[in-house]
């Protein structure tokens, strides 16, 4: 037993009551209102067959009228009201009247003496008085942050629905652990063929769509061990067999307490066509001028600066590399004689083509150059 001198109370037990026996041994209805009010709850009670309505201390001050003081007038509770709920709320009123159960907490906003507007949540049960006449008593608690909160998280969600939607690359949703496809949007379908709701609950490694799937080892490691996003160079699989080449950009998050992926891949393939394709016909070009003995060059007029392939460095009797310098540098391996006719012509009209003999140290060479519309050379 406890100690009668002990000044330390024991810590609460639930006795095994009779929860309705437990009620009838409350003091009274203050007990009650008090443990409301400090949870800003209010208590309030309709009476059905008068429509009175009849209210705590804390129900008034979620009104916004001063819980000290009496109400100014009689109140019309629809006169309360957002103008957009009333309607609403008219016809729960009625469904009671009919009979019918008051199951779910119903929601509607109030507007205060201020103008400002306040979202309520209101439970209550039937419960009829000693009489026998109908009565509904219940709780009501204001939700006005939690809606809005609720209100943002939409948006939220609404917008990066869109953006995950429309974004113009692959964005996929994937379980960390196994790559299961929770989300994926219609830029998945059109570049990989697979159906977005043919591919959702199927991982990717079970799609085929790693070409080398150790990558995918490499990405869970690197996310796992690293915060920031992880980008990497990957080859995907289309459902035809396609190879796609890309940048992946993956950043884990968390959903519900588990890990996921949510990556973003810009396909790359066509570029890297075209640069090889550049690259090829960059090579078999210098083929062909090497066979011909021609070189190339490129001035650019901004900066003054010559650009010469090794074909052309050598037939300036240059080491055969390629080169770069400033365009007055061209004349200097030049005989004096030649100079002001090379200026004069680069004066001319399109077309025409230069010829000048270039100092080399075992004598001289004459070089044609072909010449494309140039501004004047400047003195």
């Known amino acids: 037993m406890r100690n009668p001198v002990d000044s330390v109370p024991p810590l609460p037990r639930i006795y095994a009551l009779d929860p309705q026996e437990a009620e009838q041994s409350w003091d009274s209805a203050p007990q009650l209102l008090a443990a409301l009010n400090a949870a800003r709850l209010g208590a309030w009670c309709w009476e059905i067959d008068t429509g009175r309505i009849s209210w705590s201390r804390g129900t008034q001050a979620l009104f916004g009228f001063d819980p000290r003081q009496p109400l100014p007038k009689d109140l019309d509770y629809l006169d309360l009201l957002a103008p957009a709920d009333r309607a609403r709320v008219v016809r729960a009123f009625h469904a009671v009247l009919a009979g019918e159960p008051f199951e779910q907490a119903m929601h509607h906003r109030i507007q205060w003496p201020d103008g400002s507007f306040h979202w309520l949540e209101i439970n209550g049960s039937l419960l009829p008085d000693k009489a026998g006449r109908r009565r509904m008593i219940g709780v009501i608690r204001e939700i006005t942050h939690q809606r809005e909160r609720e209100s943002a998280l939409s948006h939220s969600e609404k917008r990066f629905a869109t953006l995950f939607h429309l974004c113009p690359n692959m964005v996929l949703l994937t379980r960390q652990s196994d790559g299961l496809i929770s989300e994926a949007n219609q830029y998945f379908e059109m570049l990989f063929g697979w159906p977005v709701a043919d591919a ?32 990497m160079e990957v080859q995907f699989c289309a459902s035809n067999g396609q190879i796609h080449d890309g940048t992946l950009s993956a950043q884990k998050v968390e959903l519900e307490g588990e890990a996921y992926l949510i990556s973003t891949f810009l396909d790359t393939t066509e570029r890297k066509n075209a640069e090889q394709a550049l690259k ?97 050379v400047p003195r």
């Open 200 to 231: 959702i609950g199927r991982t990717t490694l079970d799609l085929g769509l790693w070409r080398h799937p150790e990558q995918r080892a490499q990405l869970v490691k690197a996310t796992q061990r690293k915060g920031e996003p992880i980008t």
């Open 280 to 376: 090829d016909s960059q090579e078999r070009l210098d083929l062909a001028l090497d066979s011909a003995q021609l070189g190339t060059w490129d001035w650019h007029i901004p900066t003054g600066m010559l650009y010469g392939s090794a074909r052309a460095a050598q037939l300036h009797g240059l080491p055969p590399e390629p080169f770069h310098e400033f365009f007055d540098a061209f004349f200097e391996g030049m005989p004096d004689e030649e100079r002001d006719s090379m200026r004069n012509a680069y004066r001319t009209l399109p077309g025409r083509q230069l010829s000048a003999d270039v100092s080399r140290a075992h004598g001289r060479r004459q070089l044609t150059l072909p010449r494309k519309p140039r501004p004047p």
